[in-house]
């Protein structure tokens, strides 16, 4: 009892902390978190900036003089396409959120085997998919792109969303957290009746909640800027299929000649 009391003091006092060192801390964490948040300032500042002002070099960090000026002339371009911005951005959502719950789905399912059912081969199929993370998406393209020829699904949103499906990153991080649940839990819900999939459903689906969240996240913004490379523009050929990126990445190249130009007659 005497060394219990011990022991809890000293972790007490340990953990505790001087008001001088809280206003370091402090100090130290708000310094980090201005550090970051500078590019999303510098973001909204450049929006507000006018034509003149955000063209000059080097650049300012603050906006001198605010204008709403650009996201009028961005209503004014889109409202001349044929294509509606509606349908850009029901495009964008509908390719990344299927995408995303597809990929979930189905790298969960594939992952649940590998890691708690006793499977011939499994090792080497894990280690296949290990393999694969080394291949950037430039290697992939061409047989992609021959695999969603032989379906038949170019020019639609599925050559955008089955290359989703399949990603290997899913399944390895899904893998590495369901290996660390205790297999004595999925014994003792065998031996209440359960099934596989009620046990897969039920308690390892709730107990790698972190994994899924952040496998929702980088699967979410990788689909949400696809479409304007070179995968999205072999796949998709229609104006009405294209995505938001696609579309932001026409501007900006437009926008990069507008700036050629006006900065032509200056530095004569």
């Known amino acids: 009892m005497k060394w219990t009391i011990k022991w809890r003091w000293r972790r007490q006092k340990k953990l505790n902390r001087s008001f001088s060192m809280d206003i370091v801390l402090f100090l130290l964490l708000a ?3 201005v550090f970051m948040g500078a590019p999303f300032v510098f973001m909204i500042s450049t929006a507000l900036k006018p034509l003149d002002e955000l063209f000059l070099f080097p650049p300012t960090f603050i906006v001198r003089s605010p204008t709403l000026d650009n996201f009028y002339d961005l209503i004014l371009i889109f409202s001349n396409t044929w ?3 509606s349908r850009y951005m029901f495009n964008t959502i ?3 959120l299927t995408g995303t719950v597809g990929h979930v789905i189905l790298a969960s399912m594939a992952a649940y085997p590998l890691a708690k059912l006793k499977l011939p081969g499994g090792n080497i199929l894990f280690m296949i998919v290990v393999l694969s993370l080394m ?6 393209s061409i047989p992609n792109y021959l695999t969603i020829s032989w379906l038949g699904l170019l020019n639609s949103y599925w050559a955008l969303i089955f290359p989703a499906f399949a990603t290997s990153l899913g399944l390895f991080l899904m893998k590495q957290f369901m290996e660390q649940i205790p297999d004595a839990l999925i014994e003792a819900a065998k031996i209440d009746g359960a099934s596989e999939f009620r ?3 039920s308690i390892v689906m709730p107990m790698v909640k972190p994994a899924w969240l952040t496998l929702i996240i980088f699967s979410f913004k990788g689909l949400w800027g696809t479409g304007s490379g070179a995968q999205g523009a072999s796949y998709i050929y229609s104006e009405q299929l294209k995505t938001m990126d696609y579309v932001f990445s026409q501007l ?4 990069s000649t507008a700036r050629v130009q006006w900065l032509q007659p200056h530095l004569l």
């Open 94 to 96: 509908f390719v990344a």
């Open 252 to 255: 900006l190249g437009e926008a």
């Open 199 to 201: 046990i897969f459903r």
């Open 83 to 85: 294509v509606p911005l």
């Open 31 to 33: 310094s980090v978190g």
């Open 135 to 140: 291949f950037a998406s430039q290697v992939t």
